[in-house]
């Protein structure tokens, strides 16, 4: 890559996040919930309106799927810390509004949609979610 | 004897006095400081009295490269500059060395490991307790193979026997202390004919073997789907509810921070603690009012296993040390070794180096690396600040890698902070992200690694054993990690 082509991308890169958060708010995981896993104040007061999540996309349970679920670091599978996969209890359930493109589960992305808050068994996963967002979007974040 | 010894001390002051006089360097701090420090050295005397209690702390994954972290993180929270920092098992007399392979593994796990500190031989990668004719998920190799632990030596002698983790119970590191198996992952289910070792634990409990735990995991002391008190649900396909089998033979049982709070530490009733139905929260992440802290453990342990008039043995572990480190998210690896060390000093002062050996250790280190030159004062979580002539403090500035993007002070060498990612064709293809400092120090970030891994491996490099009270000045060289059970051992019955 040539010092000008550099430059361009830079640029490119450099714009995408600030137009992104001129649009629209980007939070954490961590700030939905507080440390007893009960929902924060900000979740609460976003309830039914749509947020934008910074995360990772946990490796899909199912092909061609418009679900799964973003955590806030990788969903490493560590061998020595478990026995069998298992999910942090600090996590956001995501249906997307169109079937899911899979994002490699160490890449950070944005996802944005309706906030959904309480306990909901996705009826054909079986998976419990205590919150969701809902007619959700991807981007690499 | 030691009239000659004060004798000859008081020459050597003489003549290192009289030579410092003539050193242009000799009025600066790090002269005179070191100086002191070799004084204390030449008044130091290693304790040779029986020890009456023994604790062995062990920060999982906490080896040379990430205790090195550990002090600057702790340092640099204080206000310091970091370097300069020590922590506070740092100052303790003796120090070692200790190599942490095990018999068919450069690369060790942690039940080999933990496994030879408590019976004095190393053991077979992922078994744990068993003599090297053990066979890793031989339920049959387990037969005729079984180890005889430290806890169980020093029961015989009359001790009480004490084990803390903010791990599960049955993990690794724990169960080294009470548990015999063919594989560390039968924490609650085994094949027939092997007894799993959340029933092991139950057993050893039950036969007087283990006075105290604390720690998570009630997953696999509850039958399948039963809801366990701290909020998780059961594991076990027998069916049988150790909790319950437990209170009902007379053992205290807590499971949070306020039934934590209500146990009676005097001594005369079991306790079972287990505050989570897998590993306990990471220090960032935990709430006061939910679980205890590492610290709060310690201190509960040491005030109940105390009143053993015989003495106790104790092995205290930070657990999580280790899985933060195998997320690459140095952050909860440095604030859960913070935590660690605040533990050892509260130990350390509930208790009097003339009785009590204290030994702090690891199990293994991790692929974790460092990146340089960094100034002084680079923040350990975040990037690699530049040296500025002139000053003490790094230049502000951060150092940038050949392709222009800075990078921070650690790294790992696989995990899932690759920077190689998996593209749409199934390759792999790199390159490094961009990232500010505010990016770099936040609490869910990993660091840059090179080998795209889901989970960052250990490394077979070195740990270090800082030492104190009876017996210490054996723990000194370079050592074989079972030789740590031989000094304990070497301290309870010397006479």
Redesign the interface.
């Known amino acids: 890559m040539d010092r000008r082509t ?1 430059l361009i991308a830079g640029l490119a ?1 450099g714009f995408a996040p600030r137009a992104f958060a001129q649009d629209d708010e980007v939070v ?3 700030d939905l919930y ?3 896993l009960s929902f924060s104040d900000y979740a609460k007061s976003m309830e039914g309106r749509r947020i934008s999540v910074q995360g990772f996309m946990a490796p899909p349970l199912k092909a061609d799927s418009n679900f799964f679920v973003l955590t ?3 969903m ?8 069998e996969a ?1 999910w942090p209890n ?1 996590i956001l359930a995501v249906y997307t509004k169109r079937t899911l493109r899979t994002v ?5 992305i944005v996802t944005s949609g309706e906030l959904a808050l309480g306990t909901y068994t996705d009826p054909e996963l079986g998976f419990v979610s205590r919150v969701r967002l809902v007619d959700s979007t991807v981007a690499r974040g | 004897m030691k009239l000659t010894v004060t004798a000859a001390l008081v020459a050597t002051l003489s003549a290192s006095t009289a030579f410092a006089q003539d050193l242009p360097q000799a009025s600066s701090d790090w002269y005179t400081s070191a100086q002191a420090l070799i004084q204390e050295k030449l008044a130091a005397q290693p304790i040779t009295k029986k020890a009456k209690n023994v604790i062995l702390f062990v920060a999982d994954g906490n080896g040379v490269g990430t205790n090195y972290a550990i002090r600057l993180f702790d340092g640099q929270s204080k206000g310091m500059l970091g370097s300069e920092n020590v922590l506070p098992y740092e100052s303790y007399p003796y120090t070692a060395l200790i190599k942490t392979y095990n018999i068919n593994a450069q690369t060790p ?2 039940a080999p490991t933990a496994g030879s500190m408590n019976t004095g031989v190393k053991q077979i990668f992922n078994t744990i307790n068993l003599s090297e004719a053990g066979v890793n998920k031989d339920c049959a190799s387990e037969e005729g193979n079984k180890l005889t632990t430290f806890s169980e030596i020093v029961t015989g002698m009359g001790k009480s026997v004490g084990i803390v983790s903010t791990a599960r119970i049955t993990h ?1 590191t724990p169960a080294a202390v009470y548990a015999k198996t063919a594989d560390r ?1 039968w ?1 609650g289910e085994a094949p027939e004919g092997c007894t799993d070792i959340a029933q092991q634990l139950f057993d050893a409990m039950s036969a007087g073997t283990v006075d105290l735990v604390f720690g998570g995991g009630s997953r696999y002391f509850a039958p399948k789907d039963v809801e366990t008190m701290d909020g998780g649900k059961g594991r076990r396909i027998d069916g049988r509810n150790l909790i319950e089998e437990a209170q009902a033979a007379g053992m205290q049982y807590a499971y949070n921070t306020a039934s934590f709070n209500a146990l009676n530490l005097d001594g005369s009733a079991p306790v079972l603690g287990l505050f989570e139905d ?2 306990m929260k990471y220090e960032y ?3 006061d ?2 679980e205890p802290s590492l610290t709060d453990l310690t201190k509960a342990a040491i005030e109940h296993l105390s009143k053993n008039g015989e003495g106790f043995y104790l092995e205290i572990e930070s657990g999580r040390v ?2 933060a480190n ?4 140095a952050y909860r690896t440095l604030t859960d070794g913070q935590e660690f060390t605040q533990a050892v000093a509260l130990a350390d002062e509930l208790t009097d180096d003339e009785d009590t050996l204290i030994i702090v250790t690891a199990d293994h280190e991790h692929a974790i690396a460092f990146n340089g030159y960094c100034g002084r004062g680079s923040n350990i979580l975040g990037l690699c600040m530049g040296i500025k002539a002139g000053q003490t403090e790094h230049s502000g500035e951060p150092l940038l890698g050949a392709d ?1 993007k800075p990078y921070t002070v650690i790294g790992y060498l696989n ?4 920077v190689m ?2 593209q749409s064709d199934g390759s792999y293809f790199g390159t490094r ?2 990232l500010d400092e505010d990016a770099a120090t936040d ?2 970030y ?1 660091q840059q690694a090179l080998i ?1 891994m ?3 491996t ?1 490394s077979g490099e070195d740990v270090v054993s800082f030492a104190k009270g009876p017996w210490a000045h054996l723990l000194t060289g370079t050592l074989e990690q079972n030789v740590i059970f031989h000094v304990m051992h070497h301290a309870v019955t010397a006479e």
């Open positions: 550099f890169t954490r995981m961590r507080n440390k007893d806030k670091r990788p490493a599978v560590c061998p020595f810390c478990e026995t298992e600090d490699p589960f160490n890449v950070r | 796990d942690s690794a992952n924490e897998s590993h992440d935990r709430a009012d939910d280790d899985h195998h997320a690459g998210n222009g995990g899932a902070g690759s990612t998996e992200p961009a609490p869910e990993l795209p889901s989970s960052e250990h």
